[in-house]
């Protein structure tokens, strides 16, 4: 009678986990080799994105996912129920904004120049006196906002290799990775890293209205896949020279 009870118990606790993870939106941004789209494609791919979609498919949470600009999905995850957005970078000004589901990412975020015109910085007292682009809400460009540094902020990351080739900028604040790939897209093989900023863990960032049981789940099963071995094997699979972040 007590294993009855305890199934019983169990199936009732799981439809009601069920029944609380209607409707959950994710979303996304182009942000390789986390979260892209291929040219010709409309799957979406990256590291980020099959370990969201690992989680996803254990939880068998409802849910759908996005590809939308980073600074329009921000928007909608701080506002919306139920709404979640990766690969998101967990700054301090941002941890009391979201419930989280980390890490799984580590994400350098550097400065480029041109290496035809290779800058020396030391500090981020230098910066002020160069052009940097941005991308909108970009946590390399909301580092250096904080610091109060001017930047030139666009809404398409492609905008700033055109912006550095034409000399209309000096310097492109971005995600390494992230903007190497951007520029090998764009075919433009001038890029000297200047500057790290920093490195930033990152993950899942959900809305503050979300149920703290489909977080608790959702981080239960991200733990799961890291004592698997799954995520190693997907940056193997992706990027091989890429260090795994730490549980």
Known sequence: MKVLA????FHCC???????????????????PYSYV?????????????????????TKFSHSVRLLPWNRAYELTLTHKNACLFSTGRTADREPLFKWISP????????????????????????????????LGDAAANYLMDHN?????????????????????DLWATGELAGLQIAQKA?????HKTYTLMTLPGGIAC?????????????????????????????????????????
């Open 6 to 9: 305890y199934l019983f118990l």
């Open 14 to 32: 799981f439809a009601f986990t069920e029944s609380r993870a209607t409707g959950l939106t994710f979303y996304t941004e182009h942000f390789p």
């Open 38 to 58: 291929e040219n010709g494609s409309e799957e979406l791919k990256g590291i980020s994105v099959e370990i969201v979609n690992e989680i996803l498919k254990r």
């Open 104 to 135: 799984f990412t580590e994400v350098s975020m550097v400065l480029f120049s041109q290496k035809i015109n290779p800058i020396k910085i030391n500090n981020l007292e230098e910066l002020e006196h160069y052009r940097i682009g941005g991308y």
């Open 149 to 169: 540094i001017s930047i030139e902020n666009v809404t398409n990351n492609f905008f700033n290799i055109k912006k550095l080739e034409k000399g209309r900028i």
């Open 187 to 191: 075919g433009y093989a001038n890029l």
């Open 207 to 247: 809305n503050r209205q979300t149920d703290d049981i489909l977080i608790a789940r959702m981080q239960d099963e991200l733990k799961t896949l890291y004592d698997e071995g799954f995520i190693a094997q997907v940056y193997q699979r992706y990027m091989p020279e890429l260090t795994v972040p730490s549980y």
